[in-house]
């Protein structure tokens, strides 16, 4: 059964930047099993999309601790299996994620650091027991991406708005086996690159 959902307030988003920057899309159509949102078209390739907001935690304005990248973690868990069908088409293929909690500051669980801790793992820092002195510094526990994990997943970006504008930030991953052709990209997406030894 095919059907095409009422848009939630992040697709809006989504499509309103994809108007303002005069980008060419599709919805894709839901079928039986899971499907990514947007196919959008540029100057000779093509880019899958999957829209996802963060619309609930009961910690939002208490004084309390979190763990950085959950909220992303989360999502890039729960958008699996519609990232691997766009990527599977030979698309390369995008999470994108929507602060819908924070509205205005568009930091509680979107940050830049919770992207790349979600995705890489937690900065951590190892320190000489003795000395106190830093050893050395990596991404550790938590990380999502990896070259056996997740590599559907092009990228994983933030969606937001700033000064009455949708903007898009994308994460690279340097696990995917769906690379993005950064040089082709149009300059209205921000773009976060990054060289990960493994």
Not at 104 to 129: H, S
Request: net charge positive.
């Amino acid at each position: 059964m095919t059907k095409i959902s009422p848009l939630t307030k992040s697709e809006k988003l989504f499509e309103l930047f994809l108007h303002a920057n005069d980008l060419r899309f599709i919805r894709i159509v839901v079928e039986s099993d899971p499907r990514p949102d947007y196919q959008v078209s540029f100057d000779g390739f093509d880019l899958i999309f999957e829209i996802t907001q963060i619309d609930k935690d009961k910690n939002f304005g208490k004084i309390s601790s979190r763990t950085p990248g959950s909220h992303i973690r989360s999502k890039i868990s729960q958008k699996r299996k519609q990232i691997k069908w766009g990527t599977d088409q030979g698309i390369p293929s995008i999470l994108l994620v929507n602060n819908q909690l924070d509205l205005v500051f568009q930091m509680f669980g979107t940050e830049e650091g919770d992207f790349i801790a979600a995705m890489y793992g937690e900065y951590t820092l190892a320190v000489n027991k003795v000395s106190g002195q830093i050893t050395d510094a990596y991404h550790g526990k938590n990380q999502s991406l990896r070259e056996d994990t997740n590599t559907s997943f092009s990228a994983v970006g933030h969606l937001y708005t700033r000064e009455n504008l949708p903007k898009i930030l994308i994460f690279e991953n340097v696990f995917t086996k769906s690379k993005i052709p950064y040089d082709k990209l149009p300059s209205c997406f921000e773009v976060r690159r990054f060289a990960i030894t493994t």
